[in-house]
T-cell receptor, first 117, second 114 residues
Framework: AQSVTQPDIHITVSEGASLELRCNYS??????LFWYVQSPGQGLQLLLK??????LVQGIKGFEAEFKRSQSSFNLRKPSVHWSDAAEYFC???????????????FGKGTLLTVNP | DTEVTQTPKHLVMGMTNKKSLKCEQH?????MYWYKQKAKKPPELMFV???????INESVPSRFSPECPNSSLLNLHLHALQPEDSALYLC?????????????FGEGSRLTVL
């Protein structure tokens, strides 16, 4: 069965520092991978997605992620963190059911990002 | 317009009440989803509707009853809930036929069961 692992429950960085959030997946076929961000009490906003092609994908708010098939990873990066980036970050894998139907997303447990001034 | 709109934003109900959560999207998406999210946990899938038909039910208790009246609307009817059902309920949509697509989420309905 498909699964997503985010090894870090909570990360604290200083404003202006670089950031890397880790995500590992387990899925038998080519995965469809996503990073979502959630501010407290809010819905989920898509940061970026990987379907195929270039393994380095650019997203909104200056985020990027790199797909590494050999490591089953899809880590999220940002070169310089802003205080407004403090939020919960979820990695997700898109899974297609039998017969090519019943598409759904399965989420990792999330990483809470705290940004120190 | 890329919004998924959920109402109400907050709902408090007793265990004997009947209430409904509503979700609306006007992006022409043909798949709609209900997720449940407890505090400090990831969203967990409850139901998926595809072309207004229920295609996934993740073994959700019958006190939660979904309904998809048309391609733009998704309801979640609530009856005889328990306090442990208190959570953020998220609606999402995706473009069926684009099976690799992302889900677009609403801001959620925060439910408190007393």
């Amino acid at each position: 069965a498909q699964s997503v692992t985010q090894p870090d429950i909570h990360i604290t960085v200083s404003e202006g520092a670089s950031l890397e959030l880790r995500c590992n997946y387990s899925y038998g076929a080519t995965p469809y991978l996503f990073w979502y961000v959630q501010s407290p009490g809010q819905g989920l906003q898509l940061l970026l997605k990987y379907f195929s092609g270039d393994t380095l994908v650019q997203g909104i708010k200056g985020f990027e992620a790199e797909f590494k098939r050999s490591q089953s990873s899809f880590n999220l990066r940002k070169p310089s963190v802003h205080w407004s980036d403090a939020a919960e970050y979820f990695c997700a894998v898109g899974v297609i059911g039998s017969g090519g139907s019943n598409y759904k997303l399965t989420f990792g447990k999330g990483t809470l990002l705290t940004v120190n001034p | 317009d890329t919004e998924v709109t959920q109402t109400p934003k907050h709902l408090v109900m007793g265990m004997t009440n009947k209430k409904s959560l509503k979700c609306e999207q006007h992006m022409g998406h043909r798949a709609m989803y209900w997720y449940k999210q407890k505090a400090k946990k990831p969203p967990e899938l409850m139901f998926v509707y595809s072309y207004e038909k229920l295609s996934i039910n993740e073994s959700v208790p019958s006190r939660f009853s979904p309904e998809c009246p048309n391609s733009s609307l998704l309801n979640l009817h609530l009856h005889a809930l328990q306090p442990e059902d208190s959570a953020l309920y998220l609606c999402a949509s995706s473009q069926k036929g684009q099976i690799t697509g992302e889900l677009f989420f609403g801001e959620g309905s925060r439910l408190t069961v007393l």
